[in-house]
């Protein structure tokens, strides 16, 4: 059973447009969310997080936005560019419990088109 | 650059073979845990060790053994996979337990494994 669940595989988005990624999570113990970004044949690296105490947090050309009452949280690229298209995954964690086990979903392939 | 290496990028495997996945991490950190990200598959936490010691195996099946021999080494060790386990292993450390906002894994670029 997923816990942290992307349900778009893939999306396309034209460059220098609006890029929003979404995620839903069920587990409302989760506290603290994270997005990683992935490129082909490297290891996923840290984008941005946001912890539950907050609806938004924004660094540069990325927001993340969490409504806590829908267990959904999205984000934001804008402008688009190029150097965007990569596979991000949402994860979530539940920091009050000692094991600190982040859960991922499964990721969306983000093609930003010319 | 992550600070988190690992080695071989590549690594083909037939069923009856022993082979060992290494992991280095020049950040400091005291914990270590190794993912597989399988395709079409959330990542899938497999061992953690923090300070060391193992904290969690997240029922992985014992032809996957781990060795952490210090706090910046950690090794996974394959024997009689199947073919159903080739995935990219991917290796990552924290800041765990060193402050209020070290959540964050750092991630090394994996290992895609290839069982035939």
């Known amino acids: 059973d997923q816990q942290v669940k992307q349900n778009s595989p893939s999306l396309s988005v034209q460059e220098g447009r609006i890029s929003i990624l979404n995620c839903d999570y069920t587990?409302?113990?989760?506290?603290?969310f994270l997005w990683y970004k992935k490129y082909p044949a490297e290891g996923p690296t840290f984008l941005i997080s946001i912890s539950s105490i907050k609806d938004k947090n924004e660094d540069g050309r990325f927001t993340v936005f969490l409504n806590k009452s829908a267990k959904h949280l999205s984000l934001h690229i804008v402008p688009s560019q190029p150097g965007d298209s990569a596979v991000y995954f949402c994860?979530?964690?539940?920091?009050?419990?000692?094991?600190?086990?982040?859960?991922f979903g499964k990721g969306t392939r983000l093609h930003i088109l010319p | 650059e992550t600070g988190v290496t690992q080695t071989p990028r590549h690594l083909v495997m037939g069923m009856t073979n022993k082979k060992s996945l290494k992991c280095e991490q020049h950040?400091?950190?005291?914990?270590m845990y190794w993912y597989k990200q399988s395709a079409k598959k959330p990542l899938e936490l497999m061992f953690v060790y923090n300070f060391k010691e193992q904290t969690e195996n997240n029922s992985v099946p014992s032809r996957f053994s781990p060795e952490c021999p210090n706090s910046s080494h950690l090794f996974l060790h394959l024997h009689t996979l199947q073919p159903e386990d080739s995935a990219l292993y991917l290796c990552a450390s924290s800041p765990r337990g060193q402050g209020p906002a070290n959540e964050k894994l750092f991630f090394g670029s994996g290992t895609q494994l290839s069982v035939l």
């Open positions: 994860a979530a964690m539940e920091r009050t419990n000692r094991d600190d086990k982040i859960i």
């Open positions: 950040l400091g950190h005291n914990a």
């Open positions: 587990n409302s113990m989760f506290d603290y």
